[in-house]
């Protein structure tokens, strides 16, 4: 149905208030009597359709701009024109449908709401017998009270609008390292005044080669494209984004959060997986021997198992690919190391080399998270092998990326860029992976450099494959779309399997092969890489402190100050940890026991997802340089890092709406601490209000005690968190407050049941309650693991007063897993010996029935129907889980509370970024910087 | 118009050596000073907080900036150490692995100016991170175009591998300017770093954007001038036994930029290994010969170049008079040379004193030193 011919009694069989049919009634007679039938609504914008036009209704208060025509374009490539095929817009109660239909191909956009944003499904159908070259775009002209002040192209840095017109055309940014990739585009772009902006773009990880982006001060039109060549009788899916944003805070940022909460599942990762969550151990369970316990304390969860292959391209290493000619001479000596062992690849034979690669993956694999090098996330290919097997991968066709490195991921060969989708290359590439997979009980694959940015325009762009797009050279897909097809693959070849990936790309954990240290760099790879990683977990593959280069005069220092410069970089490490969500690896950890320290409370704000946007007001005597927001409508996490020598204080204000995507919700803040907190907040309208104390150089966080809905304009509450491992209880009083009607919402915490209650009477979150003054709310967590407490552990006699080991392991002789995950205590004990901390390094396994549970025995149970750590009646210890990986976690999480009774500080020792000279000049050998305990 | 030039070095030159020279400091970022020297025929610039770069030399008489002063930047974090910076510029020494963003941060020992010259002395706990003590003494003498730099490296701990490297940065015009090199024939290697082979003896005259041009010294300094005509050049030249030991181990180049006209001058010392305690004195000059074009030689503080059968002397400082002895294979000739001043040049016309002036030209300047003329080589693309 065109909507200008509709008929007006339509609107009569949508259910409107009387108020509403008013309005509406008015606003037709405001716009040529032209009528509004449905529309989609946001919390921030609206679609609406008038007469055949489309237009943005903004529904932010205040903000620069209050409509926006929205305009489809489509331009061929071919013919170099724009198709005027008249556009049919069809109104449904939530929806509003685009047709354009030309002779030979129907171009169908379905707007709805996503979140905060309008999210366009296009269907493209090419009815012809040729090839289409397309470039369909959007046009948003906006009534801006004023030109906005700020363009956004959808790299990490914003321009100024002036009197030129702005522009990005493709998706390819500035070059990434020596490899040639280049930096990819957020797929959005926006225009921003200074309380609000547009923004127009796709769904990110889009199959999308280009795109492109385009803002015209004279006509104030943001404009927004992408291109794909369409086969005949292809029918091509995309998508489009479009939204309104409050630039208060952020205004890329902003957009990207609007993405992040409209798209949550392209940024989603299983929680559950063993290896992701935690650091990675940087070569170090890889090239060296793995040690368990420093792997458990350093929590290393999965290590980037760099080039176990021969030659790139053959990652199976087949045996009639193995002799061939190294181009270059033996002189260059990269060895390949497993767990300690040099492997000279020169020499090696195929078998002893497969033979020893099986063995170490097969025992470590698995444990340690060997993330399978893949050859570069497939986009690297010896030269002769390529030459010979895959020509019809070979991509050395884009003028601006390099395509052959003489010293790349082996460094005994030449290696040429391949593309691995759709050609005989990726076909063998996938099939080697899973073979691999299989045969050294691969957890995941490492994706080096897995960037986009180089355009592919081999043969294999003839099939019907994902971003096609064209260009003056013809058509071509970007490398970026084969590299995500591969990290897809990954995902099917078994359950939990692990992308690791060092790129903008899809993944499962992402690297960031940067240092924080180095100031420049990270400047010109953030924000955008962070955007790009989301709330996925991410780690940093850096240098470490990289101290000799940063104080090129260190040998003019004193201990004292050494001492001093230390700490600042260890707190300098540590805030840009929280603020960018990223874990350190352990050359950072040496000798600064606070970066460890740091590990649950980076790991859990990790978890509930970085903020691209965080909506929060200082009062200027607050020195906040650093600082992030997690999580989204009532799991909300803030850091505060106060860099100054002084402690700083003021008032923090949460713009709740923001949070929460304008639900009502307004949240109630504590300061996370270990054992509790308690802190007094007001809500005044749409903020939250709190004082914050912020020590020098300390991290400060704060977390929800809990939502509350249709809150009145003014709300004193005061919250408190009491804590311990078996049981977390946070209470928010109503200390003044008009009596209203609301309903309140509590966090999920991981590993923990939740019982709300509102006066000591358990209610169902989000049910409607009558709340006033002096109600209490009650959230209570119980552990599903712990049944005791810290102080039961940390009591527990796991040693006497001589440090001798006099607890002792029991287990069911039958019971294989358990006699399996006893052998942990083992490695347990054999590092405290090994520290100083225990005298033997063994503890005796029992299974004398009548020792089960008795006092000073810790009882391993692989069989129960649930996990459980709890106390006998005796004075021992159970360890219950279903089954050895439950039980192998349960004992896990035991250790790190053991910890806290048998604490470790690893001292300073030489690691990258910190040399042996100048410990030795400063006299920190086997020395450490105080443990600070800051969350306690 | 040299004649006027000739005229502006007499006058500067002779008003300084009348009166005193002069050595002003001024702040220029937190934490760190900047010097200024001037003798009346050169003003120059140092800052000792970075490695003691030498930039902004100033020829007063020509009014020309020979080195753009360097733009020094400092950023003081609340947690990053302090970080500084500045475009590549100036005249500094480095050590090979030593990141060319870092510095050696000196403090001022003394700084002294008087009727014989300015002199700032310097010092550092380190060489960069090279366990070193480092005296640097930095000199503008007197009614001079050259400056002097004397280092005293002394070892607090063993050193191993310690490769001392000049890196200078000047500008003597627009464009990129062109790097001369006194190369020795057929030595393909030094330090680790690959050379331009050429198979005679020569000075490389290098303007080639996109060449690498690593040579083995055939004497101890390389010079630039400008590549379009214009005159003046100047010169770094290694001082003392230190000389030799360039020529037989170390190597010089000119790196350059692939877009801007950036053209280094740099000079890498063979390896050293120290001893505890070990001091090793090392001296080098930048000379400053205005009123020639190319150069051939360098005896003492004078230049010497050739143009056809004209043999050109200039000199960095007021020579006395004395004799220039010319000798080639068949023969010798006396001539004698007034004394010079900066900026001043002695020709000589080869016709009125050699046979056939086709033949090798050595000679011997007066103060008994010795040199040879070279030819030019152009480096093979």
Redesign the interface.
């Known amino acids: 149905m065109e909507a200008g011919s509709a008929p007006l009694e339509k609107l009569e069989g949508i259910k409107m208030s009387k108020s509403l049919r008013t309005k509406v009634f008015a606003l037709c007679a405001g716009i040529l009597l032209l009528p509004v039938y449905g529309a989609v609504t946001t919390p921030s914008v609206k679609l609406q359709a008038v007469g055949n036009k489309m237009e943005l209704v903004s529904q932010l208060p205040g903000g620069d701009w209050q409509k926006a025509e929205l305009k489809m374009e489509l331009f061929d490539g071919k013919s170099g024109k724009f198709l005027s095929d008249r556009a049919q817009i069809t109104d449904m109660p939530d929806k509003v449908i685009v047709q354009i239909s030309g002779k030979d191909y129907t171009y169908v956009t379905e707007f709805s709401a996503r979140n905060e944003l309008i999210y366009g499904k296009a269907v493209f159908t090419n009815n012809s017998k040729e090839e289409k070259w397309i470039e369909p775009g959007l046009r948003a002209k906006a009534d801006f009270s004023k030109t906005p002040e700020i363009f956004w192209d959808g790299f990490g840095k914003t321009r100024k609008i002036g009197k030129t017109p702005l522009e990005r055309k493709s998706i390819k940014g500035v070059t990434l390292e020596h490899i040639g990739s280049k930096e990819l585009p957020f797929p959005a772009a926006g225009a921003f005044g200074k309380k609000s902006g547009i923004h127009l773009g796709h769904v990110i990880f889009d199959p999308v080669s280009y795109s492109a982006a385009f803002y015209d001060p004279g006509t104030n039109e943001l404009r927004f494209t992408q291109r794909y060549a369409v086969h005949p009788g292809e029918t091509l899916n995309f998508t489009w984004v479009a939204g309104n944003v409050s630039s208060l805070y952020e205004n890329a940022g902003a957009v990207v959060q609007q993405h992040y909460d409209a798209f949550p599942e392209k940024w989603a990762v299983d929680q559950e997986n063993p290896f992701i969550w935690t650091n990675h151990a940087h070569y170090s369970n890889w090239k060296m021997c793995p040690d368990p316990e420093l792997t458990r304390r350093l929590k290393m969860g999965c290590d980037w198992a760099y080039t176990p292959y021969k030659r790139a391209g053959d990652i199976l290493c087949r045996e009639e690919l193995w002799d061939y000619k190294m181009r270059n001479p033996p002189v260059i000596k990269k060895w390949l190391r497993f767990s300690g062992q040099r492997v000279p690849m020169y020499e090696i034979s195929r078998d002893d080399f497969l033979e020893m690669r099986r063995k170490e993956y097969r025992k470590y694999a698995q444990r340690y998270g060997l993330m399978f090098y893949a050859n570069c996330a497939g986009t690297w290919c010896e030269l002769d092998l390529a030459k010979k097997y895959y020509p019809d991968a070979i991509s050395d066709q884009d003028p601006i990326a390099n395509h052959l490195l003489k010293k790349w991921s082996t460094w005994h060969d030449w290696e040429i860029r391949v593309f691995s989708m759709g050609t005989s290359f990726g076909e063998t590439f996938k099939s080697d992976m899973k073979t691999l997979t299989e045969e050294l009980d691969l957890p995941g694959f490492a994706f080096d450099c897995a960037n986009g940015g180089v355009s592919y325009y081999g043969p294999a762009v003839k099939k019907k494959l994902p971003g096609r797009a064209w260009d003056e050279k013809g058509v071509f897909i970007d490398q970026s779309i084969a590299v995500n097809d591969l990290v897809d693959f990954i995902h099917t070849i078994r359950p939990g399997m692990v992308a690791f990936c060092n790129g903008q790309i899809k993944g499962d954990l992402l690297m960031f092969e940067r240092d924080f240290?180095r100031?420049d760099e990270l400047a010109k790879m953030m924000p955008l890489y962070k955007w790009y990683i989301g709330g996925r977990p991410s780690v940093v593959h850096g240098g470490g402190y990289r101290f000799?280069?940063?104080?090129?005069?260190?040998?003019?220092l004193s201990q004292d100050e050494f001492k001093e410069?230390m700490t600042?970089?260890s707190?300098?490490e540590i805030?840009n940890q929280f603020k960018y969500g990223m874990a350190l690896t352990f050359p950072i950890h040496f000798g600064v026991p606070d970066t460890v320290y740091i590990f649950p409370e980076l790991f859990e704000l990790r978890r509930a997802g970085w903020r691209a946007n965080m909506p929060v007001k200082l009062e200027k005597s607050l020195y906040a340089?650093y600082k992030a927001a997690y999580g989204r409508n009532e799991n909300i996490f803030l850091f505060f890092g106060n860099?100054?020598?002084e402690k700083s204080t003021g008032q923090v204000s949460v713009d709740n709406d923001q949070f929460t995507s304008y639900s009502g919700d307004r949240l109630v803040f504590v300061k996370k601490m270990r054992r509790g907190n308690t802190l007094a907040n007001r809500i005044r309208g749409k903020f939250t209000n709190f004082r914050a104390i912020l020590p020098s150089?300390v991290p400060v966080l704060y977390e929800t005690a809990c939502a509350i809905n249709n809150a009145p304009e003014k709300m004193d509450l005061l919250a408190r968190s009491s804590k311990d491992i078996d049981r977390e209880i946070y209470t928010v009083e109503i200390k003044k407050s008009p009596e209203f009607t609301g309903s309140l919402k509590i966090r999920a915490i991981r590993g923990f049941d939740a019982v709300l209650k509102l006066n000591g009477k358990e209610i169902r979150p989000g049910s409607a309650q009558k709340l006033k003054a002096g109600d209490i709310i009650t959230a209570e967590y119980k552990s599903r693991l712990f049944a005791l407490k810290q102080k039961d552990i940390t009591n527990f006699p796991f040693v006497d007063g001589k440090k001798n080991v006099s607890c002792k392991v029991w287990f069911d002789p039958m019971d294989k897993a358990a006699a399996k995950v006893a052998e942990r205590f083992n490695e347990y004990f054999k590092f405290l010996k090994d520290k100083k901390l225990a005298r033997q390094s063994k503890v005796a396994f029992v299974s004398d029935p009548a020792l089960r549970g008795a006092a000073g025995v810790i009882t391993l149970d692989s069989r129960a129907a649930k996990e459980n750590i709890s106390l006998t009646p005796a004075g021992g210890m159970l360890v219950a889980a279903n089954g050895e990986k439950a039980l192998d976690n349960a004992v896990d999480k035991l250790f790190d509370r053991m910890d806290v009774r048998f604490p470790y500080i690893f001292p300073f020792k030489s690691v990258p970024g910190m040399q042996q000279?100048v410990l030795k000049?400063f006299k920190m050998e086997n020395k450490h910087l105080p443990l600070r305990k800051f969350f306690d | 118009m040299k004649k006027i030039t000739t005229l502006l070095f007499a006058l500067c030159g002779g008003a300084v050596l009348a009166a005193e020279c002069t050595l002003t400091g001024a702040n220029i970022a937190p934490g760190s000073d900047e010097y200024t020297f001037c003798n009346g025929i050169f003003s120059i610039k140092c800052i000792p907080d970075a490695s003691g770069v030498i930039s902004g030399i100033y020829s007063i008489p020509e009014k020309r900036q020979l080195m753009d002063p360097v733009q020094y930047r400092v950023i003081v974090d609340d947690l990053l150490p302090r970080r500084s910076g500045m475009a590549p510029n100036g005249t500094r020494e480095l050590a090979r692995r030593v990141k060319v963003e870092n510095f050696t941060n000196y403090r001022v020992k003394s700084a002294v100016a008087d009727s014989k010259g300015a002199m700032l002395e310097l010092y550092s706990r380190a060489f960069y991170s090279r366990d070193i003590a480092t005296t640097k003494k930095i000199t503008l003498p007197a009614g001079a175009s050259k400056i002097t730099v004397a280092l005293e490296m002394r070892a607090h701990s063993t050193v191993e591998n310690f490769s001392f490297w000049i890196n200078s940065i000047a500008n003597m015009d627009e464009g990129l300017d062109t790097a001369l090199m006194p190369l020795q024939k057929n030595v393909a290697k030094r330090c680790n770093s690959g050379l331009y082979v050429s198979d005679k003896d020569g000075i490389c005259v290098d303007n080639v954007r996109n060449l690498a041009v690593n040579c083995a010294p055939l004497k101890p300094w390389m010079a630039r001038v400008s590549s379009r005509g214009r005159s003046g050049v100047m010169a770094v030249v290694v001082r003392g036994k230190d000389a030799a030991e360039l020529i037989n181990g170390g190597f010089i180049f000119g790196w350059k930029h692939s877009i801007r006209d950036l053209h280094t001058n740099e000079i890498i010392m063979p390896e050293k290994n120290m001893k505890k305690g070990e001091v090793w004195n090392f001296e080098y000059e930048m000379l400053y010969f205005a009123g020639l074009k190319s150069l051939r030689s360098i005896a003492g503080d004078f230049g010497i170049d050739r143009q056809g059968d004209t043999l050109l002397i200039a000199s960095a400082t007021t020579s006395v008079p004395g004799t220039v002895k010319l000798k080639w294979a068949t023969g010798s000739a006396g001539v004698k040379i007034p004394g010079l001043i900066p900026g001043e040049v002695f020709k000589i016309d080869l016709k009125k004193v050699m046979p056939d002036t086709s033949a090798e030209l050595t000679g011997i300047m007066p103060g008994n030193i010795a040199f040879d003329l070279p030819e030019l080589i152009s480096p093979r693309k």
């Open positions: 240290v100031v000799q280069e940063l104080i090129a005069n260190w040998r003019n410069v600042k970089l707190v300098y805030f340089p860099s100054g020598t150089r000279d000049f």
